[in-house]
């Protein structure tokens, strides 16, 4: 006998056709990156990334990516107490999408430490999804925990030149 659902399921695929990420990708609505010109491609090389833009400047680009995560108790209150934390510095309730892309950008400032600390978890075996292996779930996450910590740790500190 099948699993009784645990979310209420879309009744149709309305919701799909309608999100915006959908329509822009398909009317070819042009992100903020430019194209690149026939010229600047070198066949059989590969090109390095560019490089991402300052952190003290603000790209204007949409955030319309949706992304969903499940998270566990101990997981929730450590990212509401983080809204929190940031809500009550700049006077306002800042959204988990605001704060959590403010993380982004000093993860992205911070890649190279963070891919180098990495490797430093070695290489795992994923734990099963089932019932009864949260804590394998658990000493996972926090390996990867730490090595983020390591890393951000080792990063300089970021070029702060604008705010107030």
Not at 9 to 37: C, F, K, M, R
Request: proline letters at 7%.
């Amino acid at each position: 006998m099948p699993k009784e659902l645990t979310r209420k399921q879309p009744s149709s695929s309305l919701a799909n056709i309608l999100a915006e990420s959908s329509v822009d990708s398909a009317t070819g609505v042009p992100g903020v990156h430019d194209p690149v010109a026939a010229s600047d491609k070198v066949v059989g090389t590969i090109q390095p990334a560019e490089k991402p833009a300052p952190f003290d400047h603000p790209t204007g680009e949409p955030a319309n990516i949706p992304r969903q995560f499940g998270l566990t108790k101990t997981a929730d209150s450590a990212l509401r107490e983080l809204v929190t934390v940031y809500s009550d510095a700049v006077g306002y309730d800042l959204t988990n999408a605001e704060v959590f892309r403010g993380v982004l950008h000093a993860v992205e400032h911070a890649m190279p430490i963070l891919k180098r600390e990495a490797r430093h978890i070695g290489r795992q075996k994923r734990p099963k999804n089932s019932k009864g292996n949260e804590a394998l779930r658990d000493e996972l996450e926090r390996k990867i925990g730490k090595a983020f910590v390591a890393g951000m740790r080792a990063v300089s500190e970021m070029d702060q030149t604008t705010g107030s």
